[in-house]
């Protein structure tokens, strides 16, 4: 089966661990964050052949599971490895609408899952080695037993609705023009609700009601699994956290600013209220 046809939303089985054995394999290569691509062709892994005779010495492999039946492995490479011909190290962020949706998420969970190896190789309580478990997708310290597993960063985003404006906000951290939903990371002992109620509250001092949970996307930079609500406004006016936001306003959907992107959830909200508004169904 050659990727360009494979279906990943149907093809591909997250798993921990191989086979015991396998005739067909593909191979996501990363190094220092960045990811093997074949020049002048459109994104795919590398095939068994192509790894084997790449030339370049693996430092650790790791089953990310199947598509089709194909085990798909995210092998690190030592980061001063130089490219080889033919090939260019790319970052992830370039994939971002250069790939199909479920192509992008599974190099990012290639990069995440190295990553978190290659920063958990020692361990945080002790100082002693860790080791692969066995039985799931987490290392071990064998000196004192603490169990270490793949860093997720929940966040919450959040689009602010009353009747047909919606508020966004531009971020004060970015020098991109571009106005977003409202986003913050989940805290220690919050539920996401609460998370969301004090992250609106910090960043533009109103208060919402209403919260409706809408979907959810993993965001690999570096690994934050985000969870969008809708909220509608309650009360309060717009008083922004001058370190963290450079402007948010109220705007009418017909006259939007320059939006989110399509390729994130903050832009999924946005077009969902639209539609929904357009509708008559808000
Ligand atoms: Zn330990």
Request: net charge negative; proline share 5%.
């Amino acid at each position: 089966m050659d990727w360009e046809y494979i279906d990943f939303v149907r093809e591909f089985n997250p798993g921990n661990f191989p086979p015991a054995s396998w005739e067909k394999s593909f191979h996501i290569v990363i190094s220092d964050g960045e990811i093997l691509s074949i020049d002048g062709a459109p994104w795919r892994p590398l095939n068994q052949d192509e790894w084997q005779w790449l030339g370049i010495e693996g430092k650790s492999s790791h089953y990310l599971g199947d598509v089709a039946g194909i085990p798909v492995f995210a092998e690190e490479v030592h980061s001063e490895s130089d490219e080889p011909a033919g090939h260019a190290f790319d970052t992830l962020w370039s994939f971002l609408g250069q790939v199909d949706e479920p192509v992008f998420y599974l190099v990012g969970r290639a990069k995440q899952i190295v990553e978190w190896h290659r920063t958990h190789r020692f361990c945080g309580e002790c100082g002693q080695e860790t080791v692969l478990s066995d039985s799931d997708r987490s290392r071990k310290c064998l000196a004192c037993g603490h169990m270490y597993y793949p860093k997720l960063s929940p966040s919450i985003i959040v689009l602010i609705t009353k009747g047909e404006e919606v508020l966004l906000a531009k971020n004060a951290n970015t020098r991109a023009n571009f106005y977003s939903t409202l986003a913050g990371f989940v805290e220690p002992g919050e539920s996401i609700e609460e998370t969301v109620h004090r992250e609106v509250m910090e960043e533009v001092g109103i208060k919402v009601k209403n919260l409706k949970y809408y979907n959810s996307q993993s965001w690999p930079f570096p690994n934050s699994l985000m969870l969008g609500f809708h909220a509608e406004y309650d009360s309060g006016e717009i008083v922004i956290q001058e370190e963290e936001i450079a402007d948010a306003q109220w705007f009418h959907y017909k006259n939007m600013p320059n939006k989110p992107a399509m390729i994130s959830i903050s832009g999924w909200l946005v077009d969902d209220y639209i539609k929904r508004l357009e509708a008559g169904k808000v």
